[in-house]
């Protein structure tokens, strides 16, 4: 049986798929149809359920309740792992915000998300793929921007600086880990293959950790020009054991997301609005 799959091609996607994409473990008769592709791609791909299993970004999961289920594995979740605002002026301070133009990493995204939660005052945004942000900042061409993935080592290497850790305000309010995306199945799949889907990504990830920290061919031919070492921290920052399994950690860090989700949108018309129930995959006995 073969599946539709995607995921995006930096370090900590290709880490945890490497393994089950490429049958380094027994994938137990299925095939996958891999699309790598940017995260707000993959959103938009969801939203239109155009595959049968897909790494989104949370922040687009509470348009998604009815129609995909969350696996437990796969995902990105943990501390200190968040987007950060940048800027180029380094005089810029977070009272300032609500005044600039800010460039976002997708519509969809959780650092879109994020950012909204912090700043719900600023309205001047514009939507980027993520690694074209530090050069439209750098060019003058937005006055800020929000970062994600590998983005976060590079800033100040380029002469750019912080004006906030969107994360850490996160952690710091709700008191939980960051929710930044996860793997969903669309609810064409049945359960017991996403069940077993669920448990293959499990295996995959294991797979990757006991391999590591050597960086498979898999993982460094899709991460352009990136040096080892910035392949290593993009993959200790986002991939850990909640990777493995969300756990009741996992699940009510998401739930949080998407209730603030429904705060931020209560202004939508009703139909617009998800319902607050989180289709989470039971686990297999």
Same mark, same amino acid.
């Given at each position: 049986?073969?599946?539709?799959?995607?995921?995006?091609?930096?370090?900590?996607?290709? #880490?945890?798929?490497?393994?089950?994409?490429?049958?380094?473990?027994?994938? *137990?008769?299925?095939? #996958?149809?891999?699309?790598?592709?940017?995260?707000?791609?993959?959103?938009?791909?969801?939203? *239109?359920?155009?595959?049968?299993? +897909?790494?989104?970004?949370?922040?687009?999961?509470?348009?998604?309740?009815?129609?995909?289920?969350?696996?437990?594995?796969?995902?990105? $979740?943990?501390?200190?792992?968040?987007?950060?605002?940048?800027?180029?002026?380094?005089?810029?301070?977070?009272?300032?915000?609500?005044?600039?133009?800010?460039?976002?990493?997708?519509?969809?995204?959780?650092?879109?998300?994020? #950012? +909204? &939660?912090?700043?719900?005052?600023?309205?001047?945004?514009?939507?980027?793929?993520?690694?074209?942000?530090?050069? =439209?900042?750098?060019?003058? *061409?937005?006055?800020?921007?929000?970062?994600?993935?590998?983005?976060?080592?590079?800033?100040?290497?380029?002469?750019?600086?912080?004006?906030?850790?969107?994360?850490?305000?996160? *952690?710091?309010?709700?008191?939980?880990?960051? =929710?930044?995306?996860?793997?969903?199945?669309?609810?064409?799949?049945?359960?017991?293959? $996403?069940?077993?889907?669920?448990?293959?990504?499990?295996?995959?990830?294991? &797979?990757?950790?006991?391999?590591?920290?050597?960086? +498979?061919?898999?993982?460094?031919?899709?991460?352009?020009?990136?040096?080892?070492?910035? $392949?290593? !921290?993009?993959?200790?920052?986002? %991939?850990?054991?909640?990777?493995?399994? $969300?756990?009741?950690?996992?699940?009510?860090?998401?739930?949080?997301?998407?209730?603030?989700?429904? !705060?931020?949108? =209560?202004?939508?018309?009703?139909?617009?609005?998800?319902?607050?129930? %989180?289709?989470?995959?039971?686990?297999? =006995?």
């Amino acid at each position: 049986m073969k599946f539709s799959l995607g995921f995006s091609p930096c370090p900590n996607d290709t #880490f945890i798929f490497d393994a089950l994409v490429n049958k380094k473990i027994d994938t *137990e008769g299925l095939d #996958f149809e891999v699309h790598l592709e940017d995260v707000q791609t993959l959103n938009n791909f969801a939203l *239109e359920d155009k595959l049968d299993f +897909s790494k989104i970004s949370y922040g687009v999961l509470p348009l998604l309740l009815e129609t995909h289920t969350l696996l437990n594995s796969g995902g990105a $979740m943990g501390i200190g792992v968040g987007p950060l605002l940048i800027c180029k002026d380094p005089h810029i301070t977070p009272d300032q915000v609500n005044n600039l133009r800010i460039a976002i990493p997708g519509k969809n995204t959780t650092a879109y998300l994020l #950012f +909204s &939660y912090v700043y719900p005052e600023a309205t001047n945004i514009s939507f980027y793929v993520f690694n074209e942000i530090e050069a =439209a900042v750098l060019s003058g *061409e937005v006055d800020a921007g929000v970062i994600i993935h590998e983005n976060r080592f590079t800033y100040a290497q380029k002469g750019l600086y912080k004006i906030t850790d969107l994360g850490a305000d996160w *952690e710091t309010k709700t008191k939980s880990p960051i =929710a930044l995306g996860g793997i969903v199945a669309s609810n064409r799949i049945p359960k017991p293959i $996403m069940q077993q889907v669920d448990q293959l990504i499990a295996k995959s990830v294991a &797979y990757a950790f006991n391999n590591y920290p050597t960086i +498979s061919d898999y993982v460094s031919c899709h991460a352009q020009e990136m040096s080892e070492a910035v $392949m290593r !921290q993009h993959i200790d920052l986002y %991939v850990n054991d909640f990777s493995i399994d $969300m756990g009741e950690t996992g699940k009510n860090a998401i739930e949080s997301l998407v209730h603030i989700y429904q !705060q931020i949108n =209560a202004t939508l018309p009703s139909h617009s609005t998800p319902a607050s129930v %989180v289709p989470f995959l039971p686990k297999t =006995a």
